[in-house]
């Protein structure tokens, strides 16, 4: 769990390695953030850790300071996207919660209202 990992097919290893185009708007030296595909708010970004894990709890078991990175690469995007104070984070995880791609990313939504429960 602690060696860097990468799978060759995963979707978000392989934008992390450069080799799937993304539009990337921030990058740190565990993490890369960049616009969701098919995004459910102005700004939409998905934050990544460079190395494979899961979900967010394998990131968070194999990787504490990567998983703090995380949320503060979060906050960061949200900042620069002008929603330095309204924004939501989301960790899908597992199938019947809607995860679609298992290599954790932190979803950021912001600029318009977010309503409570999601869907
Ligand atoms: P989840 O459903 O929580 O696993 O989120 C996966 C997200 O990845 C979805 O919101 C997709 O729209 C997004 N996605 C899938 N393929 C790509 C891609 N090539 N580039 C950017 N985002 C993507
Ligand atoms: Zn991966």
Same mark, same amino acid.
């Given at each position: 769990?602690?060696?860097?990992?990468?799978?060759?097919?995963?979707l978000?290893?392989?934008?992390?390695?450069?080799?799937?185009?993304?539009?990337?708007?921030?990058?740190?030296?565990?993490?890369?953030?960049? %616009?969701?595909?098919?995004?459910?708010a102005?700004?939409?970004?998905?934050?990544?850790?460079r190395?494979?894990?899961?979900?967010?709890?394998?990131?968070?078991?194999?990787?504490?300071?990567a998983t703090?990175?995380?949320? %503060?690469?979060?906050a960061?995007?949200?900042?620069?996207?002008?929603?330095?104070?309204?924004?939501r984070?989301?960790?899908?995880?597992?199938?019947g919660?809607?995860?679609?791609?298992?290599?954790?990313?932190l979803?950021?939504?912001?600029? %318009?209202?977010?309503?409570?429960?999601?869907?």
């Open positions: 769990m602690s060696t860097p990992k990468t799978e060759a097919d995963c978000f290893c392989r934008i992390v390695a450069g080799d799937v185009p993304a539009e990337v708007v921030h990058a740190t030296e565990r993490t890369v953030a960049f %616009r969701d595909i098919n995004a459910q102005p700004t939409h970004v998905l934050v990544v850790p190395d494979h894990y899961a979900d967010a709890a394998e990131l968070a078991a194999g990787d504490p300071e703090a990175e995380l949320v %503060r690469t979060a960061a995007v949200a900042t620069a996207e002008g929603h330095p104070d309204d924004y984070l989301v960790f899908n995880t597992g199938a919660a809607g995860q679609t791609v298992f290599h954790t990313h979803h950021v939504l912001a600029g %318009r209202d977010l309503a409570w429960p999601p869907g």
